[in-house]
């Protein structure tokens, strides 16, 4: 894999997609997943840079794109353009024009699905033009816009879990500003440790009591905030933990064992401390939390089954889906920025 090329699903990037170059404004990846012909239903994951976008085009029996990856866009010809996250699926029939590709500021990675391959030519036509590229990536971005606080929190969060130190100082000194308390953005790294690991997170703290003392030094604005205020519960922390699991993402949660030799025993622990111990932290609220969760799985490679959950979890709590697509476009965007 080229240096520069950014890596944002599990799957890999492949090689550049030279065979389909003349069909494409900007670099596009090919990679093959599947080999087994007789299958009769060839797989290929495709990766397009910032910007980049495959022609006008149709298929003769058809298409299936998953997203996997980045922040991407699909439009078929006279109709809006749509915006694709990770666990999209766009269907598109037989012989309808279209084209897909990358946002501006986003890497973006889709599983290419071919069905009935001996009879499915491609028709490839004009290229889409820097104006029609431009309102569909534009009609896109016309979100509610983040309120300061919450692109602060998007970035301590992103800036965690990627440990970008200058970038994650930056946010807590923007959060800062903007009215975070100090204890607010401590608990988005204690959370993170969850979801990027013990040294991420404390590296973090770190980092923020570094800001901490640097602004207290020269007299700017840190406000503490509440503490943890204990909350008296009748159940163990797994009781309460398995609760919260059901409140948050809707589904009841079965049982689990802590014995060493299970696999469960990771799962287990999440659901005790994280959803147990963590939720029941009244520092933030759970929107705020499944907020921020979003924003460190969207810059994170590998999390895309953890991040369809969460973003399931997130709108359960009262973030809207418009809020989180402007939420994951300017995480990537700010991290990409830094890369």
């Not at 979100?143 to 440990?163: G, R």
């Amino acid at each position: 894999m080229e240096k520069n090329v950014k890596q944002v699903s599990p799957f890999p990037v492949g090689e550049k997609n030279e065979a389909y170059a003349r069909y494409f404004t900007g670099q596009s990846y090919l990679a093959p997943l599947t080999t087994n012909a007789a299958l009769n239903c060839p797989v290929s994951n495709v990766t397009f840079e910032p910007g980049c976008r495959n022609n006008w085009h149709s298929h003769t029996q058809g298409q299936i794109l998953i997203v996997v990856g980045g922040v991407g866009c699909y439009q078929e010809k006279d109709r809006p353009a749509r915006r694709l996250l990770p666990g999209d699926v766009v269907e598109i029939a037989p012989n309808v024009v279209h084209w897909h590709g990358a946002t501006p500021d986003s890497w973006f990675t889709h599983l290419s699905i071919t069905p009935n391959p001996q009879q499915n030519l491609s028709t490839w036509l004009s290229p889409v033009t820097d104006e029609e590229y431009t309102a569909a990536t534009a009609c896109n971005q016309s979100f509610a816009p983040l309120s300061e606080k919450q692109e602060a929190m998007a970035l301590i969060a992103a800036s965690t879990a990627l440990v970008d130190i200058p970038c994650l100082k930056m946010a807590v000194n923007a959060g800062l500003d903007a009215g975070l308390t100090l204890n607010e953005i401590r608990e988005i790294a204690v959370q993170l440790y969850a979801y990027c690991g013990f040294p991420r997170a404390l590296n973090a703290l770190n980092a923020i009591a570094e800001v901490a003392g640097e602004r207290a030094a020269t007299g700017r604005q840190v406000l503490p905030g509440k503490t943890c205020t204990a909350i008296p519960v009748a159940k163990s922390s797994y009781e309460l933990g398995s609760a919260n699991q059901h409140a948050l993402f809707g589904i009841a949660q079965g049982p689990l064992t802590r014995d060493a030799s299970s696999e469960q025993i990771i799962h287990y622990y999440l659901r005790a401390h994280l959803f147990g111990d963590i939720f029941a932290r009244d520092v933030l609220d759970w929107k705020t939390r499944e907020f921020v969760t979003v924003a460190a799985l969207s810059v994170m490679s590998g999390c895309e089954a953890q991040l369809h959950s969460h973003l399931g979890a997130a709108e359960r709590q009262g973030n809207s889906r418009e809020e989180l697509e402007a939420l994951m476009a300017f995480a990537q965007s700010r991290m990409n920025m830094n890369l």
